[in-house]
């Protein structure tokens, strides 16, 4: 009985010690604030995988072109769109990234990944990591597929 | 040392209660110390819910009968493995049992996802704090493991048919199916919570939401073998109230599974989304309510039972919280993204997402119904196989058949022209097929055979959509067959390990089918040296012996088994007595050949004092599919479940900014 009631004091009193080691360890501290996304955070991650979506999507449309699940005419009308979606994310996510990139400080900036290619590169028609849609039927003899989008430098296509 | 077990889970309903109200406050006002607080108060609380269970092990192994649960769940003749079944034989234990896997979970999700999400983590914690709340409250004031009584000599024992090593492993990955459903039910709730219209709760919960149904799915399957080779009644799934407790929030789960990938791709159906996560944790808690409440032996000794009204009132403001939250929060969750053709993938997911909800409910109406009718007429009117069956051809052959259709459609849209090119093998081959088993005599089932047909489509489409995958990588890559096959793999994980998981689905089904549909039940009453004849076996009962074991008395009759001039071995069926717990069990004899899938099963039905036997006997072909389904779906998840680097990079870079300030 002594044993439990010691153990189950000792057991409550870790716990209490856990619980408020967040106060113990910062008693006063300067800034108690939630790391919440601002609304600029929560526009740029919108975009992202707006993005993101719209590059899967490419990747997802050649690879079924490869394997057969869609003839050439549906992936000539696809694949425009989807260049176009991944186009405006990416030209919408320019002045987010700018103003991403301004308002970091100096030390934290090695530890953020920085995925994107300079805002030069990010030009639609010349982004490398677009595909170029095949040219309408008869203007010229249909050129080899198009690469499989990279969207992220370094990563490899999923086909 | 019931003090001690005691305490611990008054210390775990304090921190629960800490982090659902501190956490909410906190989360609401922004409060960063407090919010850190609370989360390490859900952690605290699994160490609480540890030492609990710590301390009903240890009561069990000393067998402690002054703890009334181990006295009424243990005895001194029980081996001590099965101690482990009677930690979750019996309601308080396995409350605990629940809470302990909820904590652990809870503790683990917010800790992976602390970092990346940290604002997502900090409403997540009151929510699971909630449900932490609820189940240490249960075991601390309505029905606790820790009642203490003065010791008797020896204990009651165990439940015979919980003596058995599938009870070892199979309501733990009941419990772990369970309650991981609740993760993504906190991880959706605590977006809309935080007023968050991403996806990051999703991302968060991917592999959380597929672990629970793959231990849901897997546990289910143990369930039935071991109804197969314990309950000796001839079958795996009786459609009973608590196997259908498991198979709903499993069948809502894999109806979220297909319907997620649509919003992750299109960014479609995020109510229907976030409607199915609830469902899937609200019909979790349902089952658990159904096996505790003592409702399905009777609406009457469900008011008698502790639990029931407060399981019922818990579901209640489950169902009231979602739904109100999810409402509050349409402008968030609405999407002005529509389906661009009725064939394509995302169109082939709804499809299947409304056929999985609607055979979800039809099951749940089986279940009410005796109650409801019990409730309202004061008869109970049951439901039985032919209902259960009916909407399992309704709704589960044309399941089958989408499981081969999917994989051939495009995402957005396929042609007429393409689709007749994708299907030409698969409905080539299962027209053939259909043809050869309905001329050699499978007609006399239809369902039967459509579901062999629709079987072969599916297999046939699977292994046209590997092919045709290796030669697109191939091509691209200019790798050899073996390494194109592995790197399409090993590169979208979750869609090959879909289409293996997929196969394991097939070979269930056709292990159902042929074991169900063309089975063979023989039944006769032999004295020793007479036989039986069943689908070309020749049953000769030898003779009768007795042993006595660790825990029971048991009677066997020897049976030699031959097909034509061959012997195929001696089966030996009978009964054991078990005199503490005061039960006989019934156990079978099974003749596995692993060729061809078929069993021969065998029932001592009924043993006479003269040595004479009752037996019924049992042809199942193909039923060992079932259980070879079950390795293959355990490979397929782990395939879908295996961290992808390339898929971390490209979260890291997507939610980079969290982690880069955490």
Same mark, same amino acid.
């Given at each position: 009985?002594?044993?439990?009631?010691?153990?189950?004091?000792?057991?409550?009193?870790?716990?209490?010690?856990?619980?408020?080691?967040?106060?113990?360890?910062?008693?006063?501290?300067?800034?108690?604030?939630?790391?919440?996304?601002?609304?600029?955070?929560?526009?740029?991650?919108?975009?992202?995988?707006?993005?993101?979506?719209?590059?899967?999507?490419?990747?997802?449309?050649?690879?079924?072109?490869?394997?057969?699940?869609?003839?050439?005419?549906?992936?000539?009308?696809?694949?425009?769109?989807?260049?176009?979606?991944?186009?405006?994310?990416?030209?919408?996510?320019?002045?987010?990234?700018?103003?991403?990139?301004?308002?970091?400080?100096?030390?934290?900036?090695?530890?953020?990944?920085?995925?994107?290619?300079?805002?030069?590169?990010?030009?639609?028609?010349?982004?490398?990591?677009?595909?170029?849609?095949?040219?309408?039927?008869?203007?010229?003899?249909?050129?080899?597929?198009?690469?499989?989008?990279?969207?992220?430098?370094?990563?490899?296509?999923?086909? | 040392?019931?003090?001690?077990?005691?305490?611990?889970?008054?210390?775990?309903?304090?921190?629960?209660?800490?982090?659902?109200?501190?956490?909410?406050?906190?989360?609401?006002?922004?409060?960063?110390?407090?919010?850190?607080?609370?989360?390490?108060?859900?952690?605290?609380?699994?160490?609480?819910?540890?030492?609990?269970?710590?301390?009903?092990?240890?009561?069990?192994?000393?067998?402690?009968?002054?703890?009334?649960?181990?006295?009424?769940?243990?005895?001194?003749?029980?081996?001590?493995?099965?101690?482990?079944?009677?930690?979750?034989?019996?309601?308080?234990?396995?409350?605990?049992?629940?809470?302990?896997?909820?904590?652990?979970?809870?503790?683990?999700?917010?800790?992976?996802?602390?970092?990346?999400?940290?604002?997502?983590?900090?409403?997540?914690?009151?929510?699971?704090?909630?449900?932490?709340?609820?189940?240490?409250?249960?075991?601390?004031?309505?029905?606790?493991?820790?009642?203490?009584?003065?010791?008797?000599?020896?204990?009651?024992?165990?439940?015979?048919?919980?003596?058995?090593?599938?009870?070892?492993?199979?309501?733990?990955?009941?419990?772990?199916?369970?309650?991981?459903?609740?993760?993504?039910?906190?991880?959706?709730?605590?977006?809309?919570?935080?007023?968050?219209?991403?996806?990051?709760?999703?991302?968060?919960?991917?592999?959380?939401?597929?672990?629970?149904?793959?231990?849901?799915?897997?546990?289910?399957?143990?369930?039935?073998?071991?109804?197969?080779?314990?309950?000796?009644?001839?079958?795996?799934?009786?459609?009973?109230?608590?196997?259908?407790?498991?198979?709903?929030?499993?069948?809502?789960?894999?109806?979220?599974?297909?319907?997620?990938?649509?919003?992750?791709?299109?960014?479609?159906?995020?109510?229907?989304?976030?409607?199915?996560?609830?469902?899937?944790?609200?019909?979790?808690?349902?089952?658990?309510?159904?096996?505790?409440?003592?409702?399905?032996?009777?609406?009457?000794?469900?008011?008698?039972?502790?639990?029931?009204?407060?399981?019922?009132?818990?579901?209640?403001?489950?169902?009231?919280?979602?739904?109100?939250?999810?409402?509050?929060?349409?402008?968030?969750?609405?999407?002005?993204?529509?389906?661009?053709?009725?064939?394509?993938?995302?169109?082939?997911?709804?499809?299947?997402?409304?056929?999985?909800?609607?055979?979800?409910?039809?099951?749940?109406?089986?279940?009410?119904?005796?109650?409801?009718?019990?409730?309202?007429?004061?008869?109970?009117?049951?439901?039985?196989?032919?209902?259960?069956?009916?909407?399992?051809?309704?709704?589960?052959?044309?399941?089958?058949?989408?499981?081969?259709?999917?994989?051939?459609?495009?995402? =957005?849209? %396929?042609?007429? /022209?393409?689709?007749?090119?994708?299907?030409? *093998? $698969?409905? @080539?081959? &299962?027209?053939? +097929?259909?043809?050869?088993?309905?001329?050699?005599?499978?007609?006399?089932?239809?369902?039967?055979?459509?579901?062999?047909?629709?079987?072969?489509?599916?297999?046939?489409?699977?292994?046209?959509?590997?092919? =045709?995958? %290796?030669?697109? /990588?191939?091509?691209?890559?200019?790798?050899? *067959? $073996?390494? @194109?096959? &592995?790197?399409? +793999?090993?590169?979208?994980?979750?869609?090959?390990?879909?289409?293996?998981?997929?196969?394991?689905?097939?070979?269930?089904?056709?292990?159902?089918?042929?074991?169900?549909?063309?089975?063979?039940?023989?039944?006769?009453?032999?004295?020793?040296?007479?036989?039986?004849?069943?689908?070309?076996?020749?049953?000769?009962?030898?003779?009768? +012996?007795?042993?006595?074991?660790?825990?029971?008395?048991?009677?066997?009759?020897?049976?030699?088994?031959?097909?034509?001039?061959?012997?195929?071995?001696?089966?030996?069926?009978?009964?054991?007595?078990?005199?503490?717990?005061?039960?006989?069990?019934?156990?079978?004899?099974?003749?596995?050949?692993?060729?061809?899938?078929?069993?021969?099963?065998?029932?001592?039905?009924?043993?006479?004092?003269?040595?004479?036997?009752?037996?019924?006997?049992?042809?199942?072909?193909?039923?060992?599919?079932?259980?070879?389904?079950?390795?293959?779906?355990?490979?397929?998840?782990?395939?879908?479940?295996?961290?992808?680097?390339?898929?971390?990079?490209?979260?890291?870079?997507?939610?980079?900014?969290?982690?880069?300030?955490?």
């Amino acid at each position: 009985m002594t044993l439990a009631l010691v153990l189950g004091a000792a057991l409550a009193l870790a716990c209490v010690l856990f619980v408020a080691r967040p106060f113990l360890l910062d008693p006063e501290a300067k800034n108690d604030e939630l790391d919440e996304p601002t609304a600029q955070e929560r526009r740029r991650l919108e975009l992202l995988e707006r993005r993101d979506r719209a590059l899967a999507a490419l990747k997802e449309v050649e690879f079924d072109h490869r394997s057969g699940k869609i003839s050439d005419e549906d992936y000539r009308g696809l694949v425009g769109a989807l260049r176009r979606q991944a186009a405006e994310a990416l030209r919408a996510l320019e002045p987010t990234e700018r103003s991403r990139m301004r308002n970091l400080e100096p030390p934290t900036q090695p530890d953020i990944p920085e995925p994107y290619p300079p805002p030069g590169e990010l030009d639609p028609p010349t982004h490398p990591d677009i595909p170029e849609p095949y040219p309408p039927p008869g203007e010229t003899e249909p050129p080899a597929p198009p690469q499989i989008p990279e969207p992220y430098p370094g990563t490899e296509p999923q086909v | 040392m019931a003090e001690l077990g005691r305490a611990a889970l008054v210390i775990c309903l304090g921190l629960s209660v800490y982090a659902a109200a501190a956490g909410a406050y906190a989360a609401y006002r922004g409060r960063r110390r407090l919010s850190l607080s609370a989360r390490n108060a859900l952690i605290a609380s699994f160490v609480a819910a540890v030492v609990a269970v710590l301390v009903l092990v240890a009561a069990f192994l000393r067998n402690d009968f002054g703890f009334t649960y181990v006295a009424e769940h243990s005895s001194r003749r029980l081996p001590a493995l099965y101690t482990f079944s009677a930690l979750w034989g019996g309601q308080e234990g396995s409350l605990l049992f629940w809470l302990l896997i909820l904590t652990g979970f809870a503790a683990a999700a917010v800790l992976l996802n602390r970092r990346s999400a940290p604002d997502l983590v900090a409403w997540v914690v009151p929510v699971l704090g909630g449900v932490a709340i609820f189940f240490s409250f249960m075991l601390v004031a309505v029905s606790s493991p820790f009642d203490t009584q003065p010791a008797p000599v020896d204990g009651a024992g165990l439940n015979p048919s919980l003596q058995n090593l599938h009870m070892l492993i199979h309501p733990v990955l009941l419990y772990l199916g369970y309650v991981g459903l609740t993760i993504p039910f906190a991880f959706g709730m605590g977006s809309l919570l935080a007023k968050r219209g991403d996806e990051r709760w999703i991302v968060a919960t991917r592999r959380w939401t597929l672990a629970a149904w793959g231990f849901l799915g897997i546990g289910q399957l143990i369930g039935a073998h071991w109804a197969y080779v314990e309950v000796g009644w001839g079958g795996y799934y009786a459609w009973d109230p608590v196997e259908n407790a498991a198979f709903m929030p499993w069948l809502v789960s894999t109806a979220f599974l297909h319907s997620v990938m649509v919003q992750e791709k299109k960014g479609m159906l995020r109510i229907w989304n976030m409607l199915l996560v609830a469902g899937g944790f609200v019909l979790a808690l349902f089952g658990t309510f159904l096996t505790r409440s003592g409702i399905l032996s009777s609406i009457h000794s469900f008011t008698e039972s502790p639990l029931g009204g407060w399981f019922l009132g818990f579901i209640a403001i489950v169902i009231a919280f979602s739904l109100a939250l999810i409402f509050l929060r349409l402008p968030l969750l609405r999407t002005k993204t529509k389906l661009d053709s009725l064939a394509s993938r995302e169109a082939s997911f709804l499809y299947n997402n409304l056929l999985l909800v609607a055979f979800s409910l039809t099951i749940l109406w089986g279940v009410l119904y005796p109650i409801l009718s019990e409730a309202v007429t004061g008869q109970r009117n049951h439901v039985s196989g032919p209902y259960y069956n009916f909407f399992l051809h309704v709704f589960g052959l044309p399941l089958l058949l989408l499981m081969g259709i999917g994989p051939l459609l495009a995402w =957005r849209k %396929t042609s007429l /022209r393409t689709l007749a090119r994708t299907w030409a *093998w $698969p409905a @080539a081959v &299962s027209l053939v +097929v259909g043809a050869i088993l309905l001329a050699l005599g499978a007609g006399s089932s239809i369902p039967g055979l459509i579901a062999y047909t629709f079987s072969a489509f599916v297999i046939v489409s699977i292994v046209v959509e590997f092919v =045709r995958g %290796t030669r697109a /990588r191939k091509a691209v890559a200019g790798e050899s *067959w $073996p390494t @194109a096959f &592995s790197s399409l +793999v090993a590169r979208n994980r979750r869609r090959y390990g879909g289409y293996v998981i997929h196969a394991a689905i097939v070979l269930l089904a056709i292990g159902i089918a042929g074991s169900s549909a063309y089975d063979t039940t023989r039944e006769a009453k032999l004295r020793p040296g007479q036989s039986m004849e069943i689908r070309g076996y020749t049953l000769t009962y030898r003779r009768l +012996v007795q042993r006595e074991s660790e825990n029971a008395r048991e009677v066997r009759a020897l049976v030699d088994v031959r097909r034509g001039t061959s012997s195929e071995g001696t089966l030996s069926a009978g009964k054991n007595n078990y005199p503490v717990e005061r039960q006989v069990s019934n156990e079978v004899a099974i003749r596995s050949n692993l060729v061809t899938g078929e069993d021969v099963y065998l029932i001592a039905q009924q043993v006479e004092t003269d040595g004479t036997v009752f037996f019924k006997a049992e042809v199942l072909p193909l039923v060992n599919l079932i259980w070879l389904a079950g390795f293959i779906f355990i490979g397929g998840t782990l395939i879908a479940l295996w961290p992808d680097a390339r898929e971390s990079r490209r979260l890291a870079d997507r939610y980079g900014y969290a982690a880069a300030r955490a």
